[in-house]
């Protein structure tokens, strides 16, 4: 590969060998990034998650906990993210009939070297994954889509706000 291909790829050593950032000189920030993501169903398993009627027991309630759960774990699973000391993990379970389904916002805060989006659209699609979990003996053609970053802010990078048109109560 080209070296100074290489060189631009912060992931990739100069012998285009997979490598950690070093944030090590990087001064912690408050980072802060809010993600989004949908699950669609049809509207007698919405109905019964609404309900309570769903054998597994509190399906957003335990939605809501292995968001939060996943966001910690995120440098486990992603294999170039950092271990982050998260100050704050909130995620959000929006009743949308529309789609008929639910809206999963989870926004993700630190003070640390490095940004916290990954933990938030970690959050987010483990929420919607537990959704399905816990609903599938009612339905096994939920669909989880639409999962984007919609803002993020701290670091040298500044901050970022998806286009307008996208849902992002800041």
Do not use: W
Request: aromatic residues 2%; glycine residues 6%.
């Amino acid at each position: 590969m080209d070296t100074d291909i290489l060189q631009s790829l912060t992931h990739l050593d100069q012998n285009g060998n997979a490598q950690m950032v070093d944030v090590t000189q990087k001064p912690q920030t408050l980072r802060r990034a809010i993600a989004v993501c949908e699950i669609s169903m049809k509207t007698s398993t919405l109905d019964a998650i609404q309900e309570g009627n769903v054998r597994k027991g509190d399906v957003l309630g335990t939605a809501k906990l292995a968001g939060m759960m996943a966001a910690k774990q995120t440098s486990n699973l992603i294999p170039m993210c950092h271990p982050l000391n998260l100050t704050s993990v909130e995620v959000k379970i929006i009743l949308d009939e529309n789609i008929p389904g639910y809206q999963i916002e989870a926004e993700v805060k630190a003070k640390a070297e490095t940004g916290v989006e990954m933990e938030a659209m970690t959050a987010a699609t483990v929420a919607a994954l537990t959704i399905y979990d816990m609903a599938k003996s009612l339905e096994k053609t939920m669909v989880i889509s639409n999962v984007r970053l919609l803002h993020k802010s701290g670091g040298k990078s500044g901050d970022f706000n998806a286009p307008s048109g996208e849902h992002c109560d800041l």
